[in-house]
C-alpha cells in the first residue's frame, strides 16, 4: 500500500501570507495527487487535481506541485474563508490513502 | 446540479451489518465516467477510503480497503439511482462520519461529489 505523509500537522497564518503544505508518497505516483479542503461539519471539497490542475471555481490563490513522490500546497495572499483543513489524496492506486490533514488556523 | 444523500441507521451494534445508502439526483449511477464509493472518517484516523463501484458490464467493478478485510461491500441499484454501503461485524472502531461520494474517471480520479455524511455510532 502507499503511505502519504502529509506536513505540518497545524499550521498558524494571517491573512494575507502565504503559506505552503507538503505532501510525501512512499512510492513514485508520478501527478496522481488530489488536493481537499474541509471545513467544520462539511464534507471535503476537491481544489487540485493531477498535482497542480485547479478544479472548476477553486480561486487562483491555490496553487499546487510536485510529481513522483513530493508535493505541495500554496495558498497566496490566505483570505478569511481559507482556514479550514487540507487533506492531499493519492489516486494513483488502491487504497486510495489519504493525509493525516493540515490544519489551517488564523494567527 | 448533482447531490449525494446518504441515509441509513445512526447506531449500530456490535458483530452487525451497518448498512448505508446513497441516493444520487442529478446524475445517474449508470454513468461510466465516474467511480461511486464510500468514505469515512474519524477524529482519530482522518480520512479514509472505504471502497469504489465502477459501473462497466453486466456486473461493474469494485475495489475495496484491503484494511477492512473482507467485511465491506458496495453495491449499485440503477432502477432507484443509489449505491449502498453494507460492512460486517462491526466493532466500536467502525465508529464514523460516512460519506458518500463521486469520483472522476478522468482527471486524476479526485472525489468531485460528495454526500453531507452521516454520523454511525457502533454501540451496545
Known amino acids: 500500500d502507499i503511505q502519504v505523509t502529509q506536513s505540518p500537522s497545524s499550521l498558524s497564518a494571517s491573512v494575507g501570507d502565504r503559506v505552503t503544505i507538503t505532501c510525501r508518497a512512499s512510492?513514485?505516483?508520478?501527478?496522481?495527487l488530489i488536493w481537499y479542503q474541509q471545513k467544520p461539519g462539511k464534507a471535503p471539497d476537491l481544489l487540485i487535481y493531477?498535482?497542480?490542475s485547479l478544479h472548476t471555481g477553486v480561486p487562483s490563490r491555490f496553487s499546487g506541485s510536485g510529481s513522483g513522490t513530493d508535493f505541495t500546497l500554496t495558498i497566496s495572499n490566505l483570505q478569511p474563508e481559507d482556514f479550514a483543513t487540507y487533506y492531499c489524496?493519492?489516486?494513483?492506486?488502491?487504497?486510495?490513502?489519504f493525509g493525516q490533514g493540515t490544519k489551517l488556523e488564523l494567527k | 446540479q448533482l447531490q449525494l444523500q446518504e441515509s441509513g441507521p445512526g447506531l449500530v451494534k456490535p458483530s452487525e451489518t451497518l448498512s448505508l445508502t446513497c441516493t444520487v439526483s442529478g446524475g445517474s449511477v449508470s454513468s461510466n465516467s465516474f467511480y461511486w464509493g464510500w468514505i469515512r472518517q474519524t477524529s482519530g484516523r482522518g480520512l479514509e477510503w472505504i471502497g469504489d463501484y465502477y459501473p462497466s458490464g453486466q456486473s461493474g467493478r469494485t475495489y475495496y480497503n484491503p484494511s477492512l478485510k473482507g467485511r465491506v461491500t458496495i453495491s449499485i441499484d440503477t432502477s432507484k439511482n443509489q449505491f449502498s454501503l453494507k460492512l460486517t461485524s462491526v466493532t466500536a472502531s467502525d465508529t464514523a462520519v460516512y460519506y458518500c461520494?463521486?469520483?472522476?474517471?478522468?482527471?486524476?480520479?479526485?472525489?468531485?461529489?460528495w454526500g453531507q455524511g452521516t454520523l454511525v455510532t457502533v454501540s451496545s
Open positions: 493531477g498535482a497542480s
Open positions: 489524496q493519492q489516486s494513483h492506486s488502491s487504497p486510495r490513502s
Open positions: 461520494a463521486r469520483r472522476r474517471l478522468i482527471d486524476y480520479g479526485g472525489i468531485d461529489f
Open positions: 512510492q513514485n505516483i508520478a501527478k496522481y
